[in-house]
């Protein structure tokens, strides 16, 4: 109990940015990174009441703020401004000499970090009762770490570093300024030709708002679909979307070696099926993977996986019992959504001595192209090999498609052989706000038939996922049990209320 005291008033002390010296002792929860997951891990831990510290060796925000979702989508927001003012004149809108200032749009892009930026400051996180500490970690033993040459304890602690992109190793890319998720924002000058290695959302999200802002683009993918982790119907709309755009879309295929050019990232690249491509700049998008480096790992009994990542059971707690590990460093589904939820997880565990399990069945995914792709849980193709009920409704019958001339999408529902939401795919304009509705009903376990008798509004895209719904519950009434049971009850209402004969007026 005094030992519990003495916890408890420790944490009522002011949290501060500290130097590793005034970190020193003994903490409650240690967070290692500043992303996403340490982010709402170091939040969740200190609002419990955990003493806790968050150390960060490089910038508060993370990839996702710096080099992921926060840039990526402020320049497809650009060039979706582009797109439009070009075909305007779908809609009886003529817009003269649409002009791309390249310079401009990527400081659009660096001030909308910057509006964020402040969000997840040292100075906000100060605020929350973080205490915050800049330095690189390394674990020394089963409960501490070592920043500047000064020890750290904790009681518990949290991984959170993080993944670096992956470069393909392609022989004369060495000679090559290759870019990667992580690099491509210090560009000022738009490519007159980008090559773009990767056909999964990083890859397609780039490539196309890099063609429809006015590079001519060349997207190499070695496998035989776009964004292969998806269903197929998802691969397929995506591959014509980058076309129309004018992507060069070559599949099966990837890069066999580079030749460096004279200019500062250009060259030429030859493809295993014989081709060449001549290239400006070369965009690596091949994946991440997990940054485990100079971490100590070994020092504190931490395993890892065959793949490299961070080993975690349902709890998120590692080899090492008293440590946890979130977000990209893990197996886990790599987005900053799973990496923040998840975080939460770990944080309340970790401070309180639970064991709540991190559930990544349910997990809603979006591929922000043109048309979105938004998916959950149980995919179409999946469904169907196990006979489960899939009901897909095309958007040239959704209305709200048809007005916004953009009736090329679908939404398809997967349900199981109880009539269980289990899975859902969008795909068209809003697919990630679509999705939301469908996310929360297939964590709360409801029925295609609980969708259809859920009013909605008109007109909109949700409406593709309610239309959906209410043809398969229409689809149910007309056989089984309660087709039966409709056909008794007509029967019997018919017969209490019938008209006399004309024989008994």
Same mark, same amino acid.
């Given at each position: 109990m005094t030992a519990l005291l003495r916890r408890s008033a420790s944490a009522r002390r002011p949290a501060r940015v500290l130097t590793a010296a005034q970190a020193a002792g003994e903490w409650d929860v240690v967070v290692i990174g500043a992303g996403s997951a340490g982010l709402v891990a170091s939040r969740t831990a200190a609002s419990l009441g955990a003493r806790t510290l968050l150390i960060e060796a490089d910038r508060f925000g993370g990839e996702c703020l710096y080099t992921g979702c926060v840039p990526s989508k402020a320049l497809i927001a650009a060039a979706h401004a582009a797109h439009a003012a070009r075909t305007a004149h779908r809609y009886g809108?003529?817009?003269?000499?649409?002009?791309?200032?390249?310079?401009?749009?990527?400081?659009?892009?660096?001030?909308?970090?910057?509006?964020?930026?402040?969000? &997840?400051?040292?100075?906000?996180?100060?605020?929350? *009762?973080?205490?915050v500490l800049r330095g690189r970690a390394r674990l020394s033993g089963p409960q501490t770490f070592v920043v500047d040459g000064v020890e750290i304890a904790f009681r518990d602690a949290i991984l959170a570093t993080g993944s670096t992109a992956v470069v393909p190793d392609v022989p004369g890319a060495d000679a090559v300024d290759v870019l990667t998720n992580d690099t491509f924002w210090n560009l000022d000058a738009l490519p007159r030709t980008l090559l773009v290695q990767g056909g999964g959302p990083i890859g397609c999200e780039i490539a196309q708002a890099m063609a429809r802002l006015g590079s001519a683009v060349v997207l190499v993918h070695r496998g035989d679909r776009l964004l292969p982790r998806e269903d197929a119907a998802a691969g397929d709309a995506i591959r014509a979307a980058l076309s129309a755009d004018g992507v060069d879309v070559r599949l099966g295929t990837s890069v066999e070696r580079m030749t460096a050019s004279d200019d500062p990232g250009s060259g030429e690249a030859t493809l295993t099926d014989g081709t060449t491509v001549l290239f400006d700049r070369v965009l690596a998008a091949a994946g991440r993977r997990a940054?485990?480096?100079?971490?100590?790992?070994?020092?504190?009994?931490?395993?890892?996986? &065959?793949?490299?990542?961070?080993?975690?059971? &349902?709890?998120?707690?590692?080899?090492?019992?008293?440590?946890?590990? $979130? %977000?990209? $460093?893990?197996?886990?589904?790599?987005?900053?959504?799973?990496?923040?939820?998840? *975080?939460?997880?770990?944080?309340?565990?970790?401070?309180?001595?639970?064991?709540?399990?991190?559930? %990544?069945? %349910?997990?809603?995914?979006?591929?922000?192209?043109?048309?979105? $792709?938004?998916?959950? *849980?149980?995919?179409?193709? &999946?469904?169907?090999?196990? *006979?489960?009920?899939?009901?897909t409704q095309p958007h040239h019958d959704l209305d709200r498609a048809i007005a916004d001339g953009e009736p090329t999408g679908s939404t398809t529902l997967v349900a199981d052989p109880r009539g269980r939401l289990r899975g859902a795919l969008v795909i068209g304009p809003r697919a990630g706000e679509v999705l939301g509705e469908l996310t929360t009903a297939i964590g709360a376990g409801l029925s295609i038939r609980d969708l259809a008798s859920t009013m909605h509004a008109y007109p909109t895209y949700a409406d593709g996922a309610w239309n959906g719904a209410v043809q398969s519950a229409q689809k149910g009434l007309a056989s089984g049990p309660v087709a039966f049971g409709i056909r008794m009850l007509r029967r019997w209402h018919g017969r209490r209320h019938a008209l006399p004969h004309r024989s008994d007026r």
């Open positions: 809108v003529d817009v003269a000499d649409v002009a791309v200032d390249f310079a401009r749009v990527m400081a659009s892009v660096r001030a909308a970090i910057t509006t964020i930026e402040p969000v &997840d400051s040292p100075e906000a996180l100060v605020a929350k *009762g973080v205490s940054r485990v480096d100079g971490l100590g790992l070994e020092a504190a009994g931490v395993a890892l996986t &065959d793949h490299g990542d961070i080993a975690v059971d &349902d709890t998120l707690a590692t080899s090492n019992p008293r440590i946890r590990a $979130v %977000g990209d $460093v893990t197996p886990l589904p790599r987005f900053t959504h799973t990496a923040g939820y998840f *975080g939460s997880v770990a944080a309340s565990n970790a401070a309180l001595g639970l064991f709540r399990r991190a559930d %990544g069945a %349910g997990v809603p995914r979006v591929t922000f192209t043109a048309p979105e $792709v938004g998916a959950i *849980g149980v995919s179409p193709d &999946d469904a169907r090999a196990r *006979g489960w009920t899939v009901v």
